[in-house]
Nanobody, 121 residues
Framework: QVQLVESGGGLVQPGGSLRLSCAAS????????MGWYRQAPGKQRELVAR???????SYADAVKGRFTISRDNAKNTVYLEMNSLKPEDTAVYYC???????????????WGQGTQVNVSL
């Protein structure tokens, strides 16, 4: 089985910073895409940032220039550095990882449990 453990959420004032981490563990042969999504109350889950195995990154327009996604392949971990946070960034943030559990096996998508980020005075 595969587990994703997230950490780093919390309460921060507007203009502040947070760093989210998501570590994958368990039966992992190869990891492909890793990403962060968020869901605010009453809204649909949306993509925040994604990084593929080759290192190419993509970001939602709302976070470009403020958030940075990175990954440590040796630790099977993806990070999201969030700067200049705004109240509209308040949401539950979920990590998502596409991986193979065995050689030749299917690529499956896994989700973390979510971590709350609150941006408020």
């Amino acid at each position: 089985q595969v587990q994703l453990v997230e950490s780093g959420g919390g309460l921060v004032q507007p203009g502040g910073s947070l760093r989210l981490s998501c570590a994958a563990s368990g039966s992992i042969f190869s990891i492909y895409g890793m990403g962060w999504y968020r869901q605010a109350p009453g809204k649909q889950r949306e993509l925040v940032a994604r990084i593929i195995s080759g290192g190419r990154r993509s970001y939602a327009d709302a976070v470009k220039g403020r958030f940075t996604i990175s990954r440590d392949n040796a630790k099977n971990t993806v990070y999201l550095e969030m700067n200049s946070l705004k109240p509209e960034d308040t949401a539950v943030y979920y990590c998502n990882v596409d991986l193979q559990e065995r050689s030749g096996g299917p690529v499956s998508s896994y989700w973390g449990q979510g971590t709350q980020v609150n941006v408020s005075l």
